[in-house]
């Protein structure tokens, strides 16, 4: 404890005594004066020690200045972001994850400060070196994950060794829910759902299709529809939905299976790209004359759901202000709009409900896996 004297004009004379004061008495302490007091006043002589007993602090103050630390977690938390935030998309851009993360960014940035959000890719094995960052990430807030179901459920299911589980993130709300469409070349004989399976079953394996990865949803979404009619066809892996779109405009591949958004993006301004039929259980109000694959007898459902998520080990505190700009952003009409104007149906599902859902999900997926392995 350090107390200031002031007996006299001139610099400060201090008394230091013990940091906590007891019943005995305080020992004093003696500190010279450092320069000589101002003209007119009275002289302290070097031998003339200054007597004074320091304040003692109680263990009731000690306990509560020691606590202060912990309490300032709250204060750093609501400062959320102090930076720029990365979302990491383990895609190539121009995919509907790619897209979704960019209009994610645009709006969280509007409502979590304006520190700036940067959209991230980082393609390469199916997604797992990009999820992967995200679980190994600083768990500060400041990298977030784009995350895409079933592929974050696929890659654990499918690999001995991966790099993440579902509980390697902190799951924060789902934003999108984007169906799987079936694609072909305008130039193919191939015009509906029905021409697709009876050419399937008339040359088993014949037909090749492309995916965004191993374990992506086209690829589960082919597994499904492979399990349903019994049909076969050669799966085309690439690193992202581009890679699917231009093989099939290049006639390197006979089927397209990508989602909704992706295929509209891809047909807008191209003639070539015909879209056969939608993995939703209604039509779209987007695309209102194209057909689920319900009304051709397939009983197959299947889409990219899209959300955010945080390593697992983020504070709670962090988490609740990332939830809260989120929140914010998907009331705001104009993220609305710019979902609606990418054709992208927004699904949300805040962080239970969203994790009940994947848990789920992961379940069917073990399911499907026992008997109708994707490799």
């Known amino acids: 404890?350090?107390?200031?004297?002031?007996?006299?004009?001139?610099?400060?004379?201090?008394?230091?005594?013990?940091?906590?004061?007891?019943?005995?008495?305080?020992?004093?302490?003696?500190?010279?004066?450092?320069?000589?007091?101002?003209?007119?006043?009275?002289?302290?002589?070097?031998?003339?020690?200054?007597?004074?007993?320091?304040?003692?602090?109680?263990?009731?103050?000690?306990?509560?200045?020691?606590?202060?630390?912990?309490?300032?977690?709250?204060?750093?938390?609501a400062a959320w972001p102090e930076r720029p935030v990365e979302i990491i998309v383990p895609f190539t851009p121009g995919g509907g994850v790619d897209l979704t993360a960019r209009i994610a960014a645009r709006f969280l940035?509007?409502?979590?400060?304006?520190?700036?959000?940067?959209?991230?890719?980082?393609?390469?094995?199916?997604?797992e070196v990009g999820w992967g960052a995200v679980a190994d990430a600083r768990p500060d807030g400041h990298t977030l994950g784009l995350l895409n179901a079933p592929n974050i459920l696929t890659l654990p299911i499918e690999r001995a060794s991966p790099r993440f589980r579902l509980d390697s993130f902190a799951l924060i709300a789902n934003i999108a829910d984007d169906p799987v469409t079936l694609s072909v070349h305008a130039s193919s004989p191939i015009r509906?759902?029905?021409d697709l399976v009876a050419t399937a079953r008339a040359r088993p394996g014949h037909l090749t299709y492309g995916t965004a990865g191993i374990g992506a949803v086209g690829h589960i979404a082919m597994m499904?529809?492979?399990?349903?009619?019994?049909?076969?066809?050669?799966?085309?892996?690439?690193?992202g939905a581009s890679g699917v779109a231009s093989a099939l405009l290049g006639r390197q591949i006979d089927i397209a299976t990508t989602t909704f958004a992706e295929s509209l993006g891809f047909a807008r301004g191209q003639s070539d790209w015909r879209i056969l039929g939608v993995m939703s259980p209604r039509?779209?109000?987007?695309?209102?004359?194209?057909?689920?694959?319900?009304?051709?007898?397939?009983?197959?459902?299947?889409?990219?759901?899209?959300?955010?998520?945080?390593?697992?080990?983020?504070?709670?505190?962090?988490i609740a202000a990332i939830e809260a700009a989120v929140d914010k952003m998907?009331?705001?009409?104009?993220?609305?709009?710019?979902?609606?104007?990418?054709?992208?149906?927004?699904?949300?599902?805040?962080?239970?409900?969203?994790?009940?859902?994947?848990?789920?999900?992961?379940?069917?997926?073990?399911?499907?896996?026992?008997?109708?392995?994707?490799?």
Not at 109 to 127: I, T
Request: with cysteine; aromatic share 4%.
């Open 109 to 127: 940035d509007k409502h979590a400060g304006g520190r700036g959000f940067v959209v991230l890719n980082r393609p390469g094995a199916g997604g």
């Open 330 to 375: 998907v009331a705001d009409p104009d993220f609305a709009a710019a979902m609606a104007a990418s054709s992208l149906p927004m699904r949300v599902m805040k962080a239970n409900a969203y994790t009940a859902h994947l848990t789920n999900l992961e379940a069917d997926l073990r399911s499907l896996w026992a008997t109708h392995p994707w490799r």
């Open 192 to 194: 509906t759902i029905e």
């Open 224 to 239: 499904s529809l492979t399990r349903a009619t019994g049909i076969a066809a050669e799966h085309i892996p690439f690193q």
């Open 1 to 77: 404890m350090v107390a200031p004297l002031n007996p006299v004009p001139g610099p400060a004379i201090l008394a230091v005594g013990p940091l906590i004061g007891t019943k005995k008495t305080t020992p004093t302490r003696f500190i010279r004066t450092m320069a000589p007091c101002a003209e007119g006043a009275a002289m302290l002589s070097p031998s003339q020690p200054v007597r004074r007993q320091a304040t003692p602090i109680t263990r009731r103050t000690l306990v509560a200045l020691m606590a202060t630390p912990f309490l300032s977690r709250g204060s750093l938390a």
């Open 283 to 318: 039509r779209l109000t987007a695309m209102p004359d194209l057909p689920t694959l319900a009304e051709a007898g397939i009983q197959v459902e299947v889409g990219s759901q899209r959300g955010l998520g945080a390593p697992r080990a983020t504070p709670p505190e962090v």
